[in-house]
């Protein structure tokens, strides 16, 4: 297996754009993560999908975000309008199990918004 | 409340020195998981090891090993004769069920630099 894939890797887009991030996780795992990286707060779970399904998405930081897995293979992270402070590196993880079991991560997209 | 610690921001040794990671949690749940994570100048974080709140044995694997104590609330990592390819930032992290859903939060992790 290719292992989780992201993309875009990087994205520079100006303030107020819209922006979105895609995430391919690992065929036959049930359970799909979106984290952000910032070294300010370090890693932070956003929100989480089991079977496509949002479970906790109270780690999503403003209504600006939204995610959607519209099948087991797919999801999107979608930023609108974006700002300087959502710059940071944003992962795709994707698990069996759950939160109690092994993620396998993406490589991350880093963003930057100017 | 649930947290982690990881008190070292930075630890830099000479290759073949052996070197602990400390990882420090709180929580009020008596079943939770403990990770850690590596995560590799490349960028993409790479999970390490899990144990639950019930396992205190011990673990090793190769030259890393892991020591759970819940009396003092650690979990600590240990690599022996450390190499270069072990610099990286690792992360600890608890993972406990809170009401419906799980939460998972990871400690600001540890920078260690390996120097030849």
């Known amino acids: 297996d290719a292992g989780v894939i992201q993309s875009p890797r990087h994205e520079v887009t100006e303030m107020g754009q819209e922006v979105t991030l895609r995430c391919k996780p690992i065929?036959?795992?049930?359970?799909l993560f979106w984290y952000r990286q910032t070294m300010m707060r370090g890693l932070e779970l956003l929100i989480y999908?089991?079977?496509?399904?949002?479970?906790?998405d109270s780690g999503m930081p403003e209504d600006r975000f939204s995610a959607k897995m519209p099948n087991a293979s797919f999801s999107t992270l979608k930023i609108q309008p974006s700002e300087p402070r959502d710059s940071a590196v944003y992962f795709c993880?994707?698990?069996?199990?759950?939160?109690?079991?092994?993620?396998?991560f993406g490589q991350g997209t880093r963003l930057t918004v100017v | 409340a649930q947290k982690v610690t990881q008190a070292q921001t930075e630890i830099s040794v000479v290759e073949k020195e052996d070197v602990t990671l400390d990882c420090v949690y709180e929580?009020?749940?008596?079943?939770?998981?403990l990770f850690w994570y590596k995560q590799p100048p490349s960028g993409e974080l790479v999970f390490l090891i899990r144990?639950?709140?019930?396992?205190?044995q011990n673990e090793i694997s190769g030259r890393y090993s892991w020591n759970f104590q819940k009396s003092t609330s650690s979990f600590n990592f240990t690599i022996t004769a450390s190499q270069v390819v072990d610099s990286a930032v690792y992360f600890c992290?608890?993972?406990?069920?809170?009401?419906?859903?799980?939460?998972?939060?990871f400690g600001t992790g540890t920078l260690l630099a390996v120097q030849p």
């Open positions: 065929s036959g795992h049930d359970y």
């Open positions: 992290a608890l993972s406990e069920a809170q009401g419906a859903t799980n939460k998972l939060i």
């Open positions: 144990r639950n709140s019930f396992d205190e």
């Open positions: 999908f089991n079977n496509n399904v949002p479970i906790d």
């Open positions: 993880a994707s698990s069996l199990l759950g939160l109690f079991t092994e993620a396998f």
């Open positions: 929580t009020r749940d008596t079943t939770y998981y």
